[in-house]
């Protein structure tokens, strides 16, 4: 029988095909560990993405929030102090406050200064436009008013109660008042509005005006400061009226004016 002969294989080379076999499951081992790493890596690396955007949406949802609740709180501790410290308002949700410089430089263009057409726009804009408002018989119990007071009829909503102004607008109308006395010789000429009556209603009607600011001026009695300045020349020193004061934002005021406005009483019919 024959034999094939085969040669013995020597330990060294033993050695290293067993090591290279072991290499070779070591090695397959290695990649399947790796490439679970990297699986693992990954995945964490989305969770962390997935974790950090979420944690970003909560921050921005909470500082949102917080932003609104201060907002809320601050506008419902604005309407408390005005109820506290003002007389009974329905125009009180329109009450916010505002920090302002006075400006009143000298020399100084305003569209309410002087006379004409454009100048009366912008005073009717500020008061006479604005109308008078309404508010309810629980209302003028409130305000502590006779019950048969003048009664209107809201042109939008049917609903009837009684006339109201804001004071503000009344005080605006009484400076319009003197400024157009302040230019007598062309309001008396065109025969418009507050001047087109006798010399006698109108000193009546300036003098009341008068009467009206001092005693608003005196009630707000507005404790903001203002310095003082010297001009070269002069020994008296003058006052350095353009200060800071906080007051209620007007605009807002008029807005709620114009919105629940019941019409002028010149005009019952406007609306």
């Not at 050695?15 to 070591?26: C, E, L, V």
């Not at 009829?153 to 005080?171: A, D, I, M, S």
């Not at 065109?190 to 009467?211: F, K, P, R, Y």
């Not at 600011?213 to 020193?237: H, K, S, W």
Request: aromatic share 12%; charged share 25%; hydrophobic share 35%.
């Amino acid at each position: 029988m024959s034999q094939t002969y085969q040669p013995v294989r020597k330990e060294e080379e033993k050695y290293h095909d067993g090591y290279r076999n072991r290499t070779s499951i070591s090695s397959s081992s290695d990649l399947t560990l790796l490439h679970e790493e990297v699986s693992k890596i990954s995945h964490d690396s989305q969770g962390f993405q997935s974790r950090w955007l979420w944690l970003v949406h909560a921050v921005l949802l909470s500082l949102s929030f917080t932003m609104f609740t201060a907002t809320y709180f601050r506008h419902i501790s604005t309407a408390e102090h005005v109820r506290r410290f003002s007389a009974y308002s329905p125009a009180v949700e329109a009450v916010e406050y505002e920090n302002v410089k006075f400006n009143f430089t000298m020399g100084k263009k305003s569209p309410y200064t002087g006379k004409g057409p454009e100048v009366d726009k912008a005073w009717d804009a500020l008061s006479y436009d604005i109308g008078d408002q309404m508010i309810s018989p629980e209302e003028l119990d409130i305000i502590n008013m006779p019950k048969d007071s003048l009664k209107v009829k809201n042109p939008k909503t049917g609903v009837e109660g009684y006339r109201v102004g804001l004071e503000v607008f009344h005080q605006l109308h009484c400076i319009n008042l003197l400024r157009q006395v302040t230019y007598k010789e062309y309001y008396t000429e065109i025969e418009i509005g507050n001047l087109a009556v006798s010399g006698e209603e109108l000193q009546m009607h300036t003098d009341h005006c008068l009467e009206v600011l001092r005693v608003n001026t005196q009630c707000n009695a507005d404790i903001g400061v203002f310095t003082f300045y010297m001009l070269e020349g002069d020994p008296l020193p003058w006052p350095e009226l353009n200060s800071h004061h906080t007051c209620r934002n007007f605009d807002k005021v008029r807005q709620w004016g114009l919105k629940n406005s019941v019409g002028n009483m010149e005009q019952p019919d406007e609306f």
